[in-house]
């Protein structure tokens, strides 16, 4: 589905669990465009000056109101933060205010949510506060997803942190859980991003 936007120049801009559903025959929806953005006419579909989007999923560059460098890597970044969440049962950032969550999106890096180290490369790399580090278009993070499924993937380029360098705060969950889980919210990422 974002493909599918990105490819017609359509950001989205609040990609959050709220707005995906899986239907009946398994096919995933994305939702509610109310705070697209074209780039085609260079105009928001909404005011494109003030800060849009939930807070948790929102990248660095549309969280502190930086409107010119919104593109389809924001949606990309919210979507790594949707798939953080499916894999780590949290949000990447939390805080007591809206304030509290800004500031780390702006300054820290997630924790790993501990699954695999390709799978976590692949959580951070979608997540980069640089744009240039992240996945560049829906189709080559949805190829990653399907590449760590297949377990073809064992690495994915980093970004500016390995998640070696980072100390997961999960405990060890049984490999069978975590397959499990990682399946199930992968799958969803893979055929939302693909769907069209």
Not at 54 to 67: D, G, I, L, N, V
Request: proline letters at 7%; charged letters at 25%.
């Amino acid at each position: 589905a974002l493909r599918f936007a990105h490819e017609r120049r359509i950001i989205h801009r609040d990609v959050k669990p709220a707005n995906i559903l899986i239907d009946r025959q398994g096919r995933v929806r994305i939702l509610d465009f109310g705070l697209a953005k074209s780039l085609a006419d260079g105009k928001g579909l909404t005011g494109s000056s003030v800060m849009v989007g939930t807070p948790y999923y929102m990248s660095p560059e549309q969280a502190f109101a930086a409107p010119e460098e919104v593109d389809a890597r924001t949606d990309l970044y919210s979507l790594g933060a949707v798939l953080y969440e499916m894999l780590a049962g949290r949000p990447p950032f939390e805080g007591g205010t809206v304030l509290a969550i800004l500031r780390k999106i702006e300054e820290e890096e997630p924790p790993p949510p501990g699954v695999s180290p390709a799978v976590d490369a692949l959580v951070q790399k979608a997540m980069a506060k640089d744009r240039e580090r992240r996945f560049q278009t829906a189709a080559e993070m949805a190829d990653a997803i399907k590449a760590c499924l297949s377990g073809a993937l064992t690495e994915v380029a980093p970004t500016s942190r390995t998640s070696a360098e980072v100390v997961s705060p999960f405990r060890v969950r049984p490999r069978w859980a975590v397959r499990g889980a990682w399946g199930a919210g992968a799958a969803a990422v893979a055929a939302l991003l693909l769907w069209a």
